[in-house]
């Protein structure tokens, strides 16, 4: 009998939310799996029989040094964002796998009014969204330096997906904060909405996604291809938290904007509300599910939430809640409701565990329009810039 050798993945990452549930369905379905991150991420532990190497990815010469001697047939760096970072990426694994697999996204495409089905062919390029147009640089570069390197290269592209850490929600805290979102649904704090919850999305459960991605890992079939990984389920944004309440055994207090409303409020997302969140996307699956027969929805929404809330509670809500997020969305409220009683806003002491400088935190971004609260504001960031950099030495 003939032993088949071992498939070896390495993973730049493996504690994400995505690349977390990849790397397990990895080891799961037998492959050697290596992941490299800097080993301080506090959301989920691998499994210990998974190799870790702990290192500064940004740092050429170190990263090379650990790499030495070493070879995979599959590489997957989810930290991808620029064409810079792919020339990176490239120039440390060109010689060091036999596939890479690059982590692009279903913002790439040019979704006008949505109302339309998107292929891995359709029209690339929201020009509203640098998300979007960074995106799809990184992969023209990409396939650039794959042919010129002799490398075998499949580009993968989610929509919203979710897991443990994730509500899979338009506009969230950042992951591991957003038992925010759980919180204020329990406290009958309102949920904001954009144009009444009526856009949708393609909404796939992590689990999900790793078994379309793992199928692609070494398969013939996507080499120098492009795949939607997306489930069959679409929900309107408001179906999410309709549920999420539901789960929670409450009823949903909303608080309705137009997206460009939101959007002026929230300039460092105004791209990703009215090129991503704001406009309702249909994806085609076609694909991925005829190259991996395997995939398919398996965790319904309800069943994915459920296991959400499930793990913030079980987990002390993880990294705890959001102040700056808190207080910006109840800032909001005021600012656009014209009966300010009509709605519970303000500071409240969620898990019983916030201290004087949580309330400040909030404090300072309520007000934050005031100029001199705006002013606090940065002086207290520029502080604490200061202080984490010199405790880091």
Known sequence: MVLMEQKKLLIVGGTGVISFAVAQEALKQGFDV???????SNNQTLPPDISVIIADYRNRDHILSKLEGL??????DVLCYTEKDIEYSISIFKDKCSQYIFFSSCAVYNKGNGDY???????LINPIWQYSIDKVNCERKLIELAINNGIKYTIVR???????????????????YHGTIIQRLLHHKPIILWDNGEAYSTITHVKDFSVGLVGLLGNPRAYNEVFHIVGDER?????????????????????NLTKEQ???????????????RGISQLLNNKKIKETVPNFRTTITLKTGLSATVKYYQENNYIKGIDWQFDADTDRIIRKYSKNKQDYNIGFCDYLGTANLWDKIDYLLEFYKEN???????????KCRRLYTKFNRR
């Open 71 to 76: 070879s995979f047939d599959v590489v997957i």
């Open 34 to 40: 290596t992941c490299i991150n800097r080993g301080i």
């Open 158 to 176: 989610p929509a919203v997906t979710y897991g443990d850490t994730r509500i899979p929600y338009g506009i969230t805290p950042p992951y591991g």
């Open 371 to 381: 100029f001199i609260i705006a002013l606090i504001g940065k002086i207290k960031n």
């Open 262 to 276: 939101y959007a002026a409020e929230l300039p460092s997302r105004k791209g990703e509300l009215l090129g991503g």
């Open 117 to 123: 089905e998107c292929t891995e062919d359709s029209k």
């Open 235 to 255: 929900y309107k944004w408001k179906e999410v938290i309709d549920q999420l309440a539901d789960i929670l055994g409450v009823k949903p207090e909303y608080f």
